[in-house]
Every structure is written in C-alpha cells, then in structure tokens.
C-alpha cells in the first residue's frame, strides 16, 4: 500500500504520523501559537526530529462554527510557510489542509505533496481538476455541511453505513478524474455527536472494505475530553488511547499534534504485530 509523493513512495503498510502544524489564529488547540519564522521552523523540525513522515499545514480553522476566511487570505497565509518550511527543511512532505481549488493550486505550486480536504469536493467543484493535474494524493474527510453547520446535521439512520456509501460514491467520481492516490478520513468531529464518534472508532475496520488507506485525526478532538471531562491542553492520554484503537482497526495515519507520543504508539503497535 503505497502512495506517490512527487515520485517518492511511501509504503502506509507501516503506519505513519502526520504532524499538524496550524498557521491560523483560531484553531481549537494551538491557535496563534507559531506567529513568526523562528516559532514555525522549531516545531518543524521537532516534528520531524520526532519522526513525523508529513506535515499537514492549515491555514483556515475548521472548527465548529469557525469564521470565514478569504481565499486570497487562505493563500496569503499558507503560501510563505510552505516556502519557509522547504527551504529549512527540502525534503520535507508538506500536506495542506484546504478545501478550496485554488489553495490547492498555490500551495502545489509552491512544493506541497498532498491535499487534505475536509470536504472531499463538495465545497470546490474544481478541487478534483486540482489534484488531477497535479498527479497528488489526496485525503477524502467525510463531512456534512462546512465548519459553520456542520454541528447541526448529524442526523443519520445508520452512519457507517451511509459514510460507506459516502466514501464508494467518492471513490468513483475521484477515478474518473483519473486521480489514483487516495486517503480516506472518517472526520472524527465533523457533523458527528461525541457518541457518533465513538461508534464510528468502534468500527472502523469496516472502512477497509474499501481497499484505500484510513487516516485517523482525533487529536486532542473534544470526543476525548468532553468524555474525560477536562481540556484540549489534558487531552493527550486520552488521544493516545484512542490513536492506539485506531491503529488497531486498521489505520494508516495518525494525524497529530503530538508526534513523539504518536509515534510511540506506532512503534508499540509494529512490536506486537510483528
């Protein structure tokens, strides 16, 4: 199980760590904490130090009932951390987090490998002429709704049998663009109750049937400290708990904020499956 990063192959069939590195001023977690160059690049490459294979890079928070950003800000944001980042660190795969063609594009442009998007298409009818054309892999997040309403549709009759159907129907259109590298993301916290959530942990083998590579984002998410009945700040037991399970049932990539514990996790993982 492979997927190519400008001709680089990575084998997801040793699962690997994401490092989330948010460049906006509102984030849940680490909002306006890496203002300047010097803050950005340090937690680069600790990231990297600690053994993180991507950096997802988000310059628009998707948060519940987040305010809404420009796509020229979008850029104005992303574009130069990209930059930044690649000239420290040229070997690095840097992954954006944008559901918008257009970010996409620059961020492309400018030497990014993945795309990362929460709406799989839905929010841009270009984004999949996007990733086509530039031959990327590319994170299909089940979401209903944008960060603004999200929280107010999740009502479902059967939600991992409709996020299946969801992913299939995904599946098909993305390939008829011709676009072969794909990630599935079951959007922990994304138009799901904290319970939805959790069910959707607890079976979350069934995405498998799908054939493609799952990657699991619930970092310090609230299903874990709601539950916990603490904060994003205490959350990191509890995300390595769950990071675990989800390894467990067949994820490829932990998206996180905390990659040496993450890692840890992985390697824990490969020493009992080995």
């Known amino acids: 199980m492979f997927i190519n990063c400008k001709g680089q192959l990575i084998d997801l069939s040793i699962p690997k760590v994401m490092g989330i590195l948010n460049v906006t001023p509102n984030s849940f977690f680490d909002g306006g904490k890496y203002k300047n160059e010097e803050e950005i690049i340090s937690q680069v490459d600790k990231m990297l130090s600690e053994g993180a294979t991507f950096i997802d890079i988000g310059a628009y928070s998707s948060k519940p009932s987040a305010e809404f950003?420009?796509?020229?800000?979008?850029?104005?944001?992303?574009?130069?951390v990209i930059e930044l980042i690649l000239k420290h660190f040229p070997n690095a795969l840097l992954s954006i987090d944008t559901f918008r063609a257009e970010v996409a594009k620059a961020s492309l442009e400018s030497g990014a490998v993945i795309i990362n998007d929460i709406a799989a298409g839905e929010l841009d009818d270009k984004m999949f002429d996007v990733i086509a054309k530039y031959n990327v892999p590319y994170i299909m997040m089940h979401m209903r709704g944008?960060?603004?309403?999200m929280?107010?549709?999740?009502?479902?009759?059967?939600?991992?049998?409709?996020?299946?159907f969801y992913f299939s129907e995904k599946v098909r259109k993305v390939r008829s663009f011709g676009i072969n590298d794909l990630i599935l993301d079951p959007?922990?916290?994304?138009?799901?109750t904290t319970d939805q959530n959790y069910e959707v942990l607890?079976?979350?083998?069934l995405f498998n049937l799908l054939e493609l590579p799952v990657l699991a984002g619930v970092s310090r998410k609230s299903m874990i400290y709601?539950?916990?009945h603490n904060t994003a700040q205490e959350a990191l037991n509890g995300t390595t708990v769950l990071n675990t399970i989800a390894l467990s049932k067949g994820a490829k990539i932990l998206r996180v904020h905390d990659?040496?514990?993450?890692?840890?996790?992985?390697?824990?993982f490969n020493k009992m499956n080995s």
């Not at 950003?69 to 130069?80: D, G, N, Q």
């Not at 990659?259 to 824990?268: D, F, I, P, S």
């Open 69 to 80: 950003v420009t796509e020229a800000e979008e850029i104005e944001r992303i574009v130069p």
């Open 146 to 149: 944008n960060p603004q309403t």
């Open 151 to 164: 929280q107010s549709l999740t009502q479902y009759d059967d939600i991992v049998k409709e996020m299946l």
């Open 187 to 192: 959007g922990f916290g994304f138009a799901k």
């Open 202 to 205: 607890q079976k979350m083998e």
């Open 226 to 228: 709601k539950t916990l």
């Open 259 to 268: 990659v040496k514990e993450a890692m840890e996790c992985v390697t824990l």
